[in-house]
């Protein structure tokens, strides 16, 4: 499976941007099953969890919820993170991550190793 993330750029405070994920390569129609996630990486800072779906239920991380939403276009075998009210501290790569829906990556949704399938990363900018 490959991920192509897209979208990135530079925004203001206050505003908005939404990032895409194709995915190709999966067969049969399982993309629509898999987990899949959002994690971004700060200059000088480890890679970090976003957001993640899984089993028709989003989770988020606490710096972000209530802001980005993550959602899914089955048919397009894409996946979006729509970012609301950025702030400078969102400034960072952000990458698409994504996995068959294995017990222990719906677990450990949060966790970079879960993932089987990792985007290029798109970069994120946003000035004060």
């Known amino acids: 499976v490959q991920l192509q993330a897209s979208g990135g750029g530079l925004v203001q405070a206050g505003g908005s941007l939404r990032l895409s994920c194709a995915a190709s390569g999966a067969s049969g129609g399982t993309f629509s099953s898999y987990v899949v996630a959002w994690f971004r990486q700060a200059p000088g800072a480890e890679r970090e969890f976003v957001v993640s779906w899984s089993r028709w239920r989003e989770r988020s991380a606490d710096s972000v919820r209530g802001r980005f939403t993550i959602s899914r276009d089955n048919a397009e075998n894409a996946v979006y993170l729509q970012m609301n009210d950025l702030k400078p501290e969102d400034t960072a790569v952000y990458y698409c991550?994504?996995?068959?829906?294995?017990?222990?990556?719906?677990?450990?949704?949060?966790?970079?190793?879960?993932?089987?399938?990792w985007g290029q990363g798109t970069l994120v900018t946003v000035s004060s």
């Open positions: 991550a994504a996995s068959p829906p294995r017990s222990d990556t719906i677990s450990n949704y949060y966790r970079r190793t879960s993932y089987d399938y």
